[in-house]
């Protein structure tokens, strides 16, 4: 038996750090924030332990807080006032997350990127104009071309408000296209797009839907999200949106999709976010108030595999804890 070669050499204290491959560093992390008009106090978000709504007013102090960690980046979610069949208080401007956002950047140094969708705005839950006929055919119930305008108008919104980028979520064909038009027409081509490019149709997003308030009254997401079956759609996804200017490119949920955080990674050149979605907190939150594992080092570790599978950025309600543990 040969062995001269002994990896355990290098894992010694003193030389393991020096031949780590990844680092977790609070500058990678962006952590979600939820804004909501329809209270004027906090409010736990019971499936999403350590999470809470804040009202507008408070949107500064929680960013604030953020800030504290080192996390320098922030995902702003808006909970609006009233909802309607088209989401039109996506992009008012005096909508929850626009004035929430000019809020934070007269106040603070974060750097803003808000969630473009229109699920929490319509009063259907769906990511866009729907079908005439979508509450009978459940699973064909968004109309793709008629939802680019909207989306691009309350990008728009948002970078007038002072967001620093935008972030498209709801897998419309031909999305950043769109919204990549609308912000240059509008005198915002230096605002970039983080865009969610892979993103799958996934039992992980349930916490999200509480706590924003964005679960579709009928149907699914089926058509729209991707396939969990699916790894080479996700590059054609991906490849799509280079070709119409992202600027980031966005694998999400993340832990059940490392192979395509890794694909991305190998095949472009942009940079690549993981986000590390409601599911995967909650799941490692509930094991831990078990006593079944340690809440601390399995979420290091989750985000750690996520940057050693390529990710650049990390969206993820961990932030601000394992920032302060680094
Ligand atoms: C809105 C949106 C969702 C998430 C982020 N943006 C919900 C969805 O698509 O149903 C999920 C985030 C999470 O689960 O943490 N389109």
Redesign the pocket.
């Known amino acids: 038996m040969d062995l001269t070669d002994r990896p355990r050499r290098l894992r010694r204290d003193g030389i393991r750090p020096l031949v780590s491959e990844t680092r977790l560093d609070a500058r990678d992390l962006v952590a979600?924030i939820f804004v909501d008009a329809t209270t004027d106090e906090r409010v736990p978000i019971e499936s999403m332990p350590g999470q809470e709504r804040v009202p507008v007013e408070q949107a500064v102090e929680r960013v604030e807080d953020v800030l504290a960690t080192g996390v320098e980046a922030v995902m702003v979610?808006g909970i609006p006032e009233s909802k309607d069949e088209r989401g039109t208080r996506a992009w008012a401007e005096d909508g929850v997350v626009q004035r929430a956002v000019r809020d934070i950047t007269a106040e603070t140094d974060a750097y803003v990127i808000t969630?473009v969708?229109l699920?929490?705005y319509t009063s259907h839950g769906h990511?866009g104009v729907l079908e005439p006929d979508a509450a009978e055919r459940p699973t064909l119930t968004v109309r793709n071309d008629e939802t680019l305008d909207l989306l691009a108008e309350t990008a728009v919104s948002h970078a007038e408000a002072g967001a620093d980028m935008v972030a498209p979520?709801?897998m419309t064909d031909g999305m950043v296209g769109a919204i990549r038009e609308g912000l240059d027409r509008a005198g915002y081509s230096s605002v970039p797009i983080l865009s969610?490019a892979a993103?799958y149709e996934?039992a992980?997003?349930?916490?999200?839907?509480d706590?924003?308030d964005?679960?579709?009254a009928f149907g699914d997401?089926r058509h729209y999200?991707m396939d969990p079956a699916n790894g080479r759609e996700a590059l054609r996804e991906v490849r799509l949106d280079v070709e119409q200017g992202a600027d980031v490119l966005m694998v999400?949920?993340a832990l059940a999709y490392l192979d395509v955080v890794s694909a991305v990674r190998r095949e472009f050149d942009r940079p690549v976010a993981a986000?590390?979605?409601?599911?995967?907190?909650a799941m490692l939150h509930a094991a831990a108030e078990n006593g079944w594992l340690d809440l601390e080092e399995a979420a290091q570790e989750s985000l750690l595999s996520m940057k050693r599978a390529g990710a650049d950025l990390i969206v993820t309600?961990f932030a601000e804890d394992v920032a302060e543990h680094l």
Do not use: I, L, W
């Open positions: 979600p979610f969630d969708c699920c929490e990511c979520s709801s969610y993103k996934s992980f997003y349930g916490p999200f839907r706590a924003a964005g679960a579709p997401r999200q999400k949920p986000y590390n979605v409601s599911g995967e907190y309600y």
